[in-house]
């Protein structure tokens, strides 16, 4: 074993491409603004910056450690180096914390006061610059930009979008999308993976919390929520929650204390996805028609498939979102008891996404001109509103979720995570409904982190290619092979953002490192511990499509594509 | 709207080349030293045809002061504000180009389209300070006589 020396202690040195990494092994937390393990290496935040034995300064992010190097991460020399770089940074920042949509959550905010500024010394005469306010999914703040980049490499590299990018050059250097146009006129996708991993409020969530709050005080509205898989698993996280656990039951409890007539599962409108889904896949196969079928579930992936392959358009699911899906049908469910009670039906979705916001609005995703979901919240939004209420949700009793649509079976809850729309559709298209088919499907190389999987899974008699692939840049890859004939699917599921909705973009992301793999286990034991694991035996089902859709599969589960 | 003749021509500045990230600045340059300017539209075009993004492409075009968005003038005079040029008072040579073309720090062209004036750090030729040049054409020793006599030649020549 190879070490270096660290702080006056020995670590080992075990295939890290770079010091920083080592650093953070030794139980450091080193600060950075810049360095994301998913992304290339930048250099520009100098948040990094370790002194060797020769009082030699460089940046740790983009050192590779050699054996035998000393160096250390907290002299004066770097304390000084640190504060004044903060110092610097602040100097042409937007400094409104109190009203800062991110106060509290913001690194800036919190490196400052780790590394010690108590008061910045410049004069802040950058030119304040306007806000952008295009997108439906998220909002620019140039103002609050530090210049790390980390949104222009996620966009560009994980994302394949590349929106957005550095402009300008010097003290005039700006983020921006080519020509300073609005985000609305670019090929943005709204997934918020930008938002994510950016330190400040540059770029936050386009907020709707006003629009709830104003519908949940007018008594002549039925306000009903509808709860993603993948929000119940995260809202905890600022709550004091043990991260990635089930927090369902108190957030049900908690909707209703902030005044929500009705609680629905999200999860429902997935099990009907898995149906109308798993219909049009079998019916594709025995035709083999506009083969491979894409899932239509990611409205970040349909709306990049839109603007840069067009050609695929057809092979993108009929099927609505379960979101969508399970809108439409509330709206249907009420529809009699509103005419009777004079009153109208608000659905307020709550999603782990950004891009959620922007797939309400399209007129395909409308049943007769209606607009089905009329608001979507983040989780980030919905954990402000139980904050604003005031509600202790660490120690509120847990409730269940309203019939008929708070129930699911467990395949819709793994609809959260990369490879769960695959499972969940495999399982219902077995012929084996027992608990070896299930673990079977598990293992057939749906489950796991990587960015790119293929299986082959027997369905009836025909072997049936899958792809599954999170990530919009190697599922553009992935277009372009199937494009030139190199690479041939049957069905391929997309999620734009890494690991899928369980790390989207309207998530939280508390400190700590171990976010992803909490959230991973969390929803595979959600799923475990659901009593109905099949979407067939979810027994709400049958009652719906007899008593709500009524036969208007077509009108009201699948997008309406003649507008 | 451009007329199709500029696509066609950046199509052939364009297969020069070759269609690859790398050629993006090589092609930036031949438009600009074709039409004096890059158009918008046609960076929009050249990042679709050589696979950036047009983020990607504005970046790189705004990066480098020398490229231009922004149509230019029959005449591009470029005043020098270099150390040698700016000490033998460069910034009154500017301030009579300014006065006589009726422009200023934010507007660089005037309206028939005959002057644009720009700044340069400077032009190498500290020994014939203060200097401007004219479409690439030096003129040293500069005094703010010699300029309303050289705007007089210029706007002669071009009635001519």
């Known amino acids: 074993m190879e070490y270096m020396t660290i702080d006056s202690r020995l670590v080992p040195i075990e295939g890290e491409k770079n010091i920083l990494a080592v650093i953070r092994k030794a139980g450091i937390d080193i600060p950075t603004f810049c360095y ?15 002194e060797d034995d020769r009082g030699r300064i460089f940046a740790s992010c983009s050192e590779q450690p050699r054996p035998g190097m000393v160096i250390k991460t907290n002299t004066k020399k770097l304390q000084q180096y640190r504060k004044l770089i903060i110092e610097l940074l602040l100097s042409s920042h937007c400094r409104d914390c109190t009203t800062c949509t991110n106060n509290g959550m913001c690194d800036l905010q919190s490196l400052a006061y780790k590394v010690g500024v108590h008061a910045v010394r410049f004069l802040n005469n950058k030119e304040q610059l306007p806000l952008d306010m295009s997108s439906p999914c998220i909002v620019r703040d140039p103002n609050k930009c530090i210049l790390c ?188 008891k509103d005419e009777e009670e004079g009153k109208t039906t608000y659905v307020v979705s709550i999603m782990p996404c950004t891009a959620k916001k922007a797939e309400i609005l399209r ?90 999987k293929e299986l082959t899974a027997k369905v009836g008699e025909r072997d049936v290619k899958i792809a599954i692939v999170h990530g919009l840049a190697r599922a553009g890859q992935l277009l372009e092979d199937i494009k030139a004939g190199k690479a041939q699917y049957d069905f391929v599921e997309v999620m734009a953002c890494r690991r899928g909705c369980i790390l989207g973009g309207g998530q939280p992301y508390e400190e700590g490192h171990n976010t992803r793999s909490a959230r991973t286990e969390g929803i595979y034991k959600a799923d475990r511990m659901t009593p109905v694991r099949y979407t067939s035996e979810n027994p709400n089902l049958k009652l719906v499509y007899d008593e709500v859709i009524c036969g208007k599969e077509h009108e009201l589960l699948h997008r309406n594509l003649k507008n | ?130 200097a401007l040049t004219v479409n690439d054409e030096v003129h040293p020793a500069m005094t703010p006589e010699k300029v309303s006599t050289l705007v007089k030649e210029l706007r002669g020549e071009a009635n001519e």
Request: proline share 3%.
């Open chain 1, 363 to 452: 007129p395909d995703n409308f049943t007769n001109g209606r607009q089905d979901t009329d608001i979507v919240i983040t989780t980030v939004e919905l954990i402000r509103m139980i904050r604003q209420v005031g509600i202790k949700f660490s120690e509120i009793a847990e409730e269940a979720a309203d019939m008929p649509f708070g129930y699911a079976s467990g395949s819709a809850t793994i609809f959260g995570i990369t490879g769960g729309v695959t499972e969940a559709v495999l399982r219902h298209l077995s012929d084996d409904k027992s608990h070896n088919s299930l673990n079977a499907i598990s293992i057939s190389g749906v489950r796991g982190n990587d960015n790119f």
């Open chain 1, 36 to 50: 994301h393990s998913e992304l290339s290496i930048y250099g520009a935040c100098r948040m990094c910056v370790v």
């Open chain 1, 149 to 336: 980049g980390d949104c222009v490499r996620t966009c560009a590299e994980i994302q394949g979008v590349g929106a957005i990018d550095f402009a300008y050059r010097g003290s005039k250097m700006q983020v921006t999308p080519a020509f300073n146009k609005c985000l609305s006129e670019t090929d943005c996708v709204g997934c918020g993976q930008c938002r994510v991993v950016c330190p400040t409020a540059a770029i936050s969530i386009r907020t709707n919390v006003t629009e709830v709050w104003d519908a949940i005080n007018d008594p002549n509205v039925r306000v009903v929520a509808q709860v993603a898989p993948a929000v119940r698993l995260a809202v905890g996280d600022r709550f004091g929650i043990p991260k990635g656990e089930n927090s369902m039951g108190r957030l049900v409890t908690a909707l209703r204390m902030m005044g929500f007539d009705e609680v629905y599962d999200t999860n429902f409108g997935a099990d009907m996805t898995v149906i109308e889904e798993s219909t049009e896949l079998a019916k594709r196969l025995e035709s083999g028609e506009k083969l491979p079928l894409f899932t239509s579930c990611c409205p970040a992936w349909v709306k990049f498939l839109e603007n840069k392959y067009p050609e695929f358009a057809d092979n993108v699911s009929t099927c609505r979102s379960p979101q969508g899906m399970l809108s439409a049908t509330i709206k249907e469910y009420f529809k009699k």
């Open chain 2, 1 to 130: 709207m451009l007329d199709k003749s500029y696509y066609q021509k950046v199509d052939e500045i364009i297969n020069i080349h070759g269609k690859t990230k790398a050629a993006l600045i090589p092609i930036m340059q031949d438009i600009q030293a074709e039409y004096k300017y890059l158009a918008p539209e046609l960076l929009t075009y050249v990042a679709k045809e050589i696979g950036v993004t047009e983020a990607k492409a504005y970046s790189v075009a705004t990066f480098y002061e020398n490229f231009s968005f922004e149509q230019k003038g029959k005449y591009v005079i470029k005043v020098c504000d270099g150390t040698a040029c700016h000490v033998r008072k460069s910034s009154t040579i500017l301030s009579k180009l300014y006065e006589e073309l009726g422009l200023s720090k934010d507007k660089h062209t005037t309206d028939d389209m005959m002057f644009t004036v720009e700044t340069v750090s400077c032009l190498g030729a500290c020994g014939l300070a203060p």
